[in-house]
């Protein structure tokens, strides 16, 4: 047999092989494209940052990734206050190249609320939602512009400190005279903080209390004259259901008036 039959029975020997071949390559190729069809809706799994966090202060972040890659497409961080039954959009953001995300909010206000984080359906895939996430935020509330309980020659009203303007302050009705006033936190709260002193209309050589009592017993005592200053005092309110400061002060002609200012309570 000549060289050149020999190779034209060669060619028709592989023929075949080419021919198996030829069409598993393309199934596979064809089949990358539409990989993403084959599931039926986006699997979205997320981690929030914290679960309890201050208004104003802190910023919740909620980390995570979507199946199948959604890369470039928008992802939404939602929330539901306590209480409430519909979801709120808080922020978006893109997904990236690996898949993952991170989404923010920094809450203005107290409360219990749940995060959710939503993919939006696309090309045929539904959407995903993840697993809720429950947030305790704390919120710095101005005692001053609470309701008060009982009280008795105590009013809220404002004044100077080290020449320092303050408002509100809880202090004593006239100068000289004793008072006390209650606040319910109804053990809603963690942390009570405020200054004390004695205003700057009080008498040189004037001096003056403020007792801190928490559910009848006194936590702390600020014994005061004029230029004493306990600034940014913190006491511990968790569990205490009932608040109440105690004033008293040296009467005239050395009459003083003591006051508490920029009184907060950190509450849910």
């Known amino acids: 047999?000549?060289?050149?039959?020999?190779?034209a029975v060669a060619l028709i020997a592989l023929a075949p092989v080419a021919a198996l071949a030829t069409p598993a390559t393309a199934v596979a190729s064809a089949d990358a494209p539409h990989a993403r069809k084959a599931a039926?809706?986006?699997?979205?799994?997320a981690k929030v940052n914290m679960t309890e966090a201050v208004a104003g202060e802190d910023k919740i972040k909620v980390k995570g990734r979507v199946k199948p890659n959604a890369r470039g497409e928008k992802i939404v961080l939602q929330?539901?206050?306590?209480?409430?039954?519909?979801?709120?959009?808080?922020?978006?953001a893109k997904i990236k190249k690996n898949g993952t995300f991170v989404l923010k909010d920094k809450p203005s206000r107290g409360g219990e609320r749940e995060y959710r984080v939503l993919k939006p359906g696309d090309d045929g895939i539904k959407k995903g939602y993840s697993k809720p996430m429950s947030v305790t935020v704390w919120a710095w509330e101005k005692l001053g512009y609470m309701p008060s309980g009982a009280k008795n020659a105590v009013t809220v009203n404002s004044g100077y400190i080290a020449t320092e303007y303050y408002?509100?302050?809880?202090?004593?009705?006239?100068?000289?005279?004793?008072?006390?006033?209650?606040?319910t936190l109804g053990k809603k709260c963690t942390t009570l903080r405020g200054t004390y002193a004695l205003l700057d209309t009080s008498a040189t050589g004037s001096t003056g209390t403020i007792a801190v009592s928490?559910?009848?017993?006194?936590?702390?005592?600020?014994?005061?004259?004029?230029?004493?200053?306990?600034?940014?005092?913190?006491?511990?309110?968790?569990?205490?259901?009932?608040?109440?400061?105690?004033?008293?002060?040296?009467?005239?002609?050395?009459a003083a008036i003591p006051a508490i200012a920029d009184a907060e309570v950190l509450c849910s």
Not at 1 to 7: F, K, P, Q
Not at 79 to 92: E, F
Not at 223 to 236: F, K, M, P, R, Y
């Open 79 to 92: 929330q539901r206050l306590d209480g409430n039954k519909k979801w709120a959009k808080t922020d978006t």
């Open 214 to 254: 928490t559910d009848g017993a006194v936590r702390s005592t600020y014994n005061l004259a004029v230029g004493t200053i306990a600034a940014d005092e913190e006491l511990s309110v968790t569990d205490v259901f009932r608040l109440r400061f105690d004033f008293a002060s040296s009467a005239a002609p050395a």
């Open 1 to 7: 047999m000549s060289r050149t039959s020999i190779a």
């Open 167 to 183: 408002y509100p302050t809880i202090q004593t009705e006239t100068a000289g005279t004793p008072g006390f006033i209650e606040y």
């Open 40 to 45: 039926a809706k986006f699997k979205v799994i």
